[in-house]
């Protein structure tokens, strides 16, 4: 059974940084590619960040220059650094899992506030 754990969430001040991690069991990770999105109180789920199997990368532009997704396929585990943080990064993040069917995380929380 595939399962993808993430953690890293929490609260923190606007301009600091924050790491999410996600955790891939049951599946062949490196042979697919991996996104972090993100869902604010009241708004649609939106597509944070992409990295292919190969390690390309794709930014949404509300978070390209602070944010960096990156994997380490010895680990099966995908990464979202979050630099320069604001308010509005505020939101449940989840890790996604390419493939036939997609899987999802159970989510993080990630508070930005003074």
């Excluded at 993430?6 to 590619?33: D, K, M, T, W, Y």
């Excluded at 509005?88 to 899992?97: F, G, I, L, R, S």
Aim: aromatic content about 10%; proline content about 4%.
């Amino acid at each position: 059974q595939v399962q993808l754990v993430e953690s890293g969430g929490g609260l923190v001040q606007p301009g600091g940084s924050l790491r999410l991690s996600c955790a891939v069991s049951g599946s062949i990770f490196s042979a697919f590619g991996m996104a972090w999105s993100r869902q604010a109180p009241g708004k649609q789920r939106e597509l944070v960040a992409h990295i292919t199997s190969g390690g390309s990368t794709n930014y949404a532009d509300s978070v390209k220059g602070r944010f960096t997704i990156s994997r380490d396929n010895a680990k099966n585990t995908v990464y979202l650094q979050m630099n320069s943080l604001k308010p509005e990064d505020t939101a449940v993040y989840y890790c996604y899992k390419e493939g036939v069917p997609p899987y999802w995380g159970q989510g993080t929380q990630v508070t930005v506030s003074s």
